[in-house]
Every structure is written in C-alpha cells, then in structure tokens.
C-alpha cells in the first residue's frame, strides 16, 4: 500500500515528539510505501532534514508557505467569477464554512492565480463588504493586508499538484488538513487525519498571546484556525486522537463521532524496561526531555528550579533537547545567568535520552499545551516518575484513566504556574523509595497500554479499512 502522510512543521525537519512518532511508524511498516507531502516555513530548509529517512520513504514533496509570497499575478485577467463563487469566497474571508469544493474548482482545476485573484476587482468587491459590515472603523489597509496574508497560504494549499498514493494521512489539521482535502478532492481516495493535539486550540493559545496580531483580527485570526480544523473534520474519512477528552474535544468542533476513535501513542517498552535505576549519590537529578521551545515554557521550569534550589541544595536540572527557536534559546541561557544557575542547570543538547537516563532520578514536563508526550512515556517505562504541567493527557498518564489501577506515577502542577511546579519537585525530592513505588507504577502503566507494537497495529487496521472501503465505493 502507498500511503502519503501530510505533515506541517514537523518531519523530517524537525526532532521531537511528532517527528519521533513519525519516523517510528514509517520504519515499523516496512510492508508499506510512504510518500512524504511536507509544509515548512522557508524554503531556505529545502533538503535539510534532521532524520535519514527510512528505505520505504519512495518520494518526498516539499511545500514551503514563504514560496506563496513570490507567486507573481499573470496578466491574463482571470474569468469573472460567478454567484457561487462569491459566496465560497465570503465565507472564506469571514471564516465561516466556505464550499470548499467550489474553492477547489478554482484553483485546483481552473488554476486560477491566487496572487492574481487577490488582487482582482471581484475580491475587492467582497472584501470591502466585509469591512463595511464587519470593520466599519478598522483602515481597510488594515483589513486587506491582514485578510491576505490570511487566504494567500490557503489559496496556495489549494492549487498544490497532488502525489499519488491510495491513502492520504494528515498528521495535523490546519494546512495540513488542507491539503489533504485537496488529496481528496483531486485523487478520489480516502482521507484520515490523526491530531497528537488539537491544533486549532493550540493556534488560538498562540493568537491571544502574540504580539504581530492586531487586537481588531485576533478574533478573525482564531476564527481561521477553527475554520481549517472544520475543513478535514468533515470530510475525512476516520479522525483518531490519542486519548479520549482530545477526541471528546473534535467532536465538538465539528467531527462525526461515528467516524472517531482513539489511537494511543506507544513506544519501544524494550528500550527502556532495563535501564538500571540511578545510584543514590546525594544528589537529585531532574531531567527534562524538551525542544527549546515557548510552548515546553522553559522559562517556568527555570524560575521554578529557582525556587526549589532556595530549599534544596542537592538538585541539579538537566535540560536534554535541541533549539528550535533561538531567540528563546538566548532568553532562557540568560534567565540562566541572571538567577546564577549556570553550574545547577545543565543544557546537553540533543543526546541519547536511553543513555542518559541512567543520571536521573526524575523528569519534568511544564509544557503549556501536550498531546500525550512520548517523552513521559519514555520515562515511566524506565522506571522514573514524571512532573507535568496537567496539560493535554498528562493526568491520565501519571494518574491513570478507566480500567488502571497501577496507581500514581508522578505530580501534577498547573501550567505556567511557577509555584506549583516548584511545589511539585520538591514533593518529588522528598523520597527515593517513593519514587521507586511510583516509577514501578508507571513502567507497568505503559507496559499495559502504550506499547508500540500494538500503536501500529491499529493504524495498520485503519489503513486496511481505509482502503477496503475505498475500493467498494470504486465498485459501486
């Protein structure tokens, strides 16, 4: 089987925890072909991937949003659109639910040019009623530049020449989703999208907090996000989620519930079982297994060692991970300085997170938002508890969820709650042989339910009914 997966921002450009997943699954399916269909942000990172790809990657299609800004307008005028058009495109600019086959009409069987089009008479026509209705005191400067740099990456998305394969898997909504309803669209074959978290909640946790959004859009910017979510959630052919509040949270946004199921992450149990447990030298070891990056909220780990350092002189911090913003990079090496931990923190970079588990007592995750972090799996099948900000699937993992009594295998904290999280730690420090019982109780959590083996084979069985299914609706 050819299955092309759709990823955005992620493999194989990227380490961590999708990117992990990712390359886990396509070399555990060597029975299967894989087509790579990649958004990234520049085109500067063409080529340059973080991961050798596995002998059953057969092609790689690399899709980059900056090249959208240099599509040049023809100057061939485009056909006037009609009724319906402008409807579609209406709905598309107030982020409502635009006929996204009508869209597709256009730029992916007309190929009509999406910089020409936005420069065309009939998007103005829309656009200057939406302002009129909408932001009657916003300057439409404002309102065009914004509302562009809105649809062009969309209309992109939707003019993208589609690689063959039987089944096409978005590993993400958001553009992602989009062009795997262009897939649909274009190849007549099945669709599924699997989210590690939800992607548009994750967007509008950005939106509120950035700075580059005018506070007139963030409203029309969140509207988006949730409007592309909506886009694959209707049309795909299964939506999986990795546990069950996050597939709770789809349905709500738009998804059929006949067409949801969860699909648990899962790991190499065997890796990590035998890892032998750190030697008990005086000193506490916390490690936490992170990009370097604003969403893992470095910044709160550090404050929160910080405090906990005020308390306990036998702690060291080990930040195990490579930089995926460097400007945050700089400002959590600095926060280091300023708060004179450069001898208790420790930044390894990218190492061998089985190697050197053997140093640490426990983790910590402060993300701001989760799936259900390979990381905290990874370290409870090695036998070491975990702190969590109680994001994404992190309580159920450390606290178990229906049908798991193995008991409790680590602390909850609050996100971006520095306190909290201090709080945490030093409950974590108190006793080795707590950690022990509660390091046991997690390996036998993960041995149950988050094994690797049994992770692909349900997505073997999804792509099997997919194409099943597939080939009946051909026959009919």
Known sequence: MRICLILEGSYPYTHGGVSSWTHQMIQAMPEHEFVLWVIGSYAADKGKYFYELPKNVVAVKEVFLDDALFIKPEKKRHSVIDEEEKEALAALLDCEKPNWEVLLRLFQDEKINPSSFLMSEEFLNVLQKLCDEKYPYVPFANTFHTMRSMLLPVLYMLMQEVPEAEIYHAICTGYAGLMAITAGYKSRKPVLLTEHGIYSREREEEIIRAQWVQPAFKRQWIKFFYMLSDAIYTRAFKVTSLFGRAMRTQIELGADPSKCSVIPNGIRYDKFCDIPLKEDDGMVDVAAVIRIAQIKDVKSLIYAFHELKSKRDNVRLHILG??????????????????SL?????????????????????????????GQPLSVLESLAARRPCVCTDVGCCRELLEGG?????????????PMHREGIALAMEKMCKSRKEREIMGQNGQRRVEAFFKHEKMVELYNNLYKSAKISSEKMADK
């Open 342 to 370: 450069n001898e208790d923190i420790i930044f390894t970079g990218q190492v061998d997170v089985i190697k050197y588990m053997e140093k640490i007592d426990f983790t910590i995750l402060t993300s701001i938002s989760e």
């Open 322 to 339: 490579g930089v995926d913003e460097d400007d945050y990079n700089e400002e959590c090496l600095n926060l280091v300085d300023m708060l």
């Open 402 to 414: 229906d049908g798991d009594n193995f008991g409790i295998a680590g602390f909850l904290a609050p």
